[in-house]
Nanobody, 127 residues
């Protein structure tokens, strides 16, 4: 059974940083695209970032390019999202996502309805 559990959310001032972690179990990173999407009240779901270890390819939404970095610890099945220069518009619930249908996420991005996703971590950025 695939399980994804996020941690590391919180409240931060604009310009600050947070690192989200996702503990993944029941899957191999070799077979899945792993990433993050976010959902804020009144706004559309947005695919934020993903990575596929088969080619080390990554994807970032235009809204986070240059500020967010995705990484993995393959030995421990962990995925991280380092978020720097945070803005109030980054406020959302961030969900870790995994999908076996995405072969190269640098091309396909983050599915808005991925195969699996976690319960989410709240990130709040104050102005």
């Amino acid at each position: 059974e695939v399980q994804l559990v996020e941690s590391g959310g919180g409240l931060v001032q604009a310009g600050g940083s947070l690192r989200l972690s996702c503990a993944a179990s029941g899957l191999s990173f070799d077979d899945y695209s792993i990433g993050w999407f976010r959902q804020a009240p009144g706004r559309e779901r947005e695919g934020v970032s993903c990575i596929t270890t088969r080619d080390n390819g990554t994807y970032y939404a235009d809204s986070v390019k240059g500020r967010f970095t995705i990484s993995t610890d393959n030995a421990n099945n962990m995925v991280y999202l380092q978020m720097n220069s945070l803005k109030p518009e980054d406020t959302a619930v961030y969900h870790c996502a995994a999908d076996s249908r995405v072969y190269y996420c640098s091309v396909a991005g983050v599915p808005l309805i991925p195969g699996y996703w976690g319960p989410g971590a709240q990130v709040t950025v104050s102005s």
